[in-house]
T-cell receptor, first 113, second 112 residues
Framework: AQTVTQSQPEMSVQEAETVTLSCTYDTSENNYYLFWYKQPPSRQMILVIRQEAYKQQNATENRFSVNFQKAAKSFSLKISDSQLGDTAMYFCASMEYGNKLVFGAGTILRVKS | NAGVTQTPKFQVLKTGQSMTLQCAQDMNHEYMSWYRQDPGMGLRLIHYSVGAGITDQGEVPNGYNVSRSTTEDFPLRLLSAAPSQTSVYFC???????????FGPGTRLTVL
């Protein structure tokens, strides 16, 4: 069974600085997908970034990038130039074939001015 | 496109009452899922569907029923609500087995 672990319940960062959120996962599959979702106070789940396990290149989306270490089963999210609007709960999730997501417990990120 | 819509946004029930959480999508997605979110536990899969007429259980299906009579709709039924079902419920949809899931705005349910 898939498992996803986020070991940082809360983190804070100063505006304009860089922060990295950690995630480790476990799966027995070779083909799988990894995601970071953002949940602001509005409660809406918003996709931040997606990584296909078969791709060696780390995914990037503007200020967001991942460090995907397949052998270590690690999938961290780096947020550069943090903005107040980045304040949210961040969930790491994994998905095997069949599109059933397994989520970590989440990390609350607070961006301070 | 409205995307994934859920009604109601908030609901308070008494123990033993029944209700249906509605979910609809207008993106012609085949796959739809229901998740619940509890503090400290992330989101957990309740039930899912890979197409009209086809449903299956997720990680935490007890106390919930689903059906999928159309591609667009995927209602979640609580037959006899219990305080343990107090949670935020999310519906999600996606095109196929490997595509990204898109979430509705959620329903906050409180069972007294």
């Amino acid at each position: 069974a898939q498992t996803v672990t986020q070991s940082q319940p809360e983190m804070s960062v100063q505006e304009a600085e860089t922060v990295t959120l950690s995630c480790t996962y476990d799966t027995s599959e070779n083909n799988y997908y990894l995601f970071w979702y953002k949940q602001p106070p509005s409660r809406q789940m918003i996709l931040v970034i997606r990584q296909e396990a078969y791709k060696q290149q780390n995914a990037t989306e503007n200020r967001f990038s991942v460090n995907f270490q397949k052998a270590a089963k690690s999938f961290s999210l780096k947020i550069s130039d943090s903005q107040l609007g980045d304040t949210a709960m961040y969930f790491c999730a994994s998905m095997e074939y069949g599109n059933k997501l397994v989520f970590g417990a989440g990390t609350i990120l607070r961006v301070k001015s | 496109n409205a995307g994934v819509t859920q009604t109601p946004k908030f609901q308070v029930l008494k123990t033993g009452q029944s209700m249906t959480l509605q979910c609809a999508q207008d993106m012609n997605h085949e796959y739809m899922s229901w998740y619940r979110q509890d503090p400290g536990m992330g989101l957990r899969l309740i039930h899912y569907s890979v197409g009209a007429g086809i449903t299956d259980q997720g990680e935490v299906p007890n106390g919930y029923n689903v059906s999928r009579s159309t591609t667009e709709d995927f209602p979640l039924r609580l037959l006899s609500a219990a305080p343990s079902q107090t949670s935020v419920y999310f519906c999600a949809s996606t095109m196929d087995s490997t595509d990204t899931q898109y979430f509705g705005p959620g329903t906050r349910l409180t069972v007294l």
